[in-house]
């Protein structure tokens, strides 16, 4: 497709339970962000991916995410024994190069609700 | 940390009226700075960027905003706002380490 598609859209689960979100990014673009916003907040980074590089994971808010970018295009989001709080909008984006200077797409986003 | 911050959370108008929405933020090394708009049930999508030269950035829809270097500021306005500009506006600046980081995000809201 011609922009960022995330899957799914929505997604309930019980508290506990583990969940995968995926991201297809613009084909050709190196840079893959994950983001989340949850109510009332802005838009917190989580991950970064650059091409080969390691990925910056600086922004993982527990050992209970993670993610994967498989042969530098589909990403997943992985949150185990989800808690009530990881309750947000996940929004994905790429760009076509990670460096200062190009403009991220970002997908619709998956809006995730623990209960 | 760096940090983002939109002074305003909610902001209601007429239609006509002018609007200024104010972001600041903390990192002083180089910065890429951003607004992105997310209109009702849709993504967030580009409203103008700005990466160097001429401070004052004309975006889409007749935003603009002006880089202050010496405030840490990328206001954006518009001198007349409409029904349609009803958004959630977020500011965002790409430091040096090829970060986004995030403003709260303003929810405006124009009274047709």
């Known amino acids: 497709g011609a922009g960022v598609s995330q899957s799914p859209s929505n997604k309930v689960t019980e508290k506990g339970k583990d969940v995968e979100l995926r991201c297809d990014p613009i084909s050709g673009h190196t840079a893959l962000y994950w983001y989340r916003q949850s109510l009332g907040q802005g838009l917190e980074f989580l991950i970064y991916f650059q091409g080969n590089s390691a990925p910056d994971k600086s922004g993982l808010p527990s050992d209970r995410f993670s993610a994967e970018r498989t042969g530098g295009s589909v990403s997943t989001l992985t949150i185990q024994r989800t808690q009530q709080e990881d309750s947000a909008v996940y929004l994905c984006a790429s760009s076509r190069t990670g460096r200062l200077g190009t403009e991220a797409f970002f997908g619709q986003g998956t809006r995730l609700t623990v209960v | 940390a760096q940090s983002v911050s939109q002074h305003n959370h909610h902001v209601i108008l007429s239609e006509a009226a002018s609007l200024e929405l104010g972001c600041n933020y903390s990192y002083g090394g180089t910065v890429n700075l951003f607004w992105y708009v997310q209109y009702p049930g849709q993504h967030l999508q580009l409203l103008l960027k700005y990466f160097s030269g001429d401070p004052l950035v004309k975006g889409i829809k007749g935003f603009e905003a002006e880089f202050i270097k010496s405030k840490f500021s990328f206001n954006l306005r518009k001198p007349s706002v409409q029904w349609s500009d009803t958004a959630e506006y977020f500011c965002?600046?790409?430091?040096?380490?090829?970060?986004?980081?995030w403003g709260a995000g303003t929810k405006l809201i124009i009274k047709p």
């Open positions: 965002a600046v790409m430091d040096s380490n090829y970060q986004l980081i």
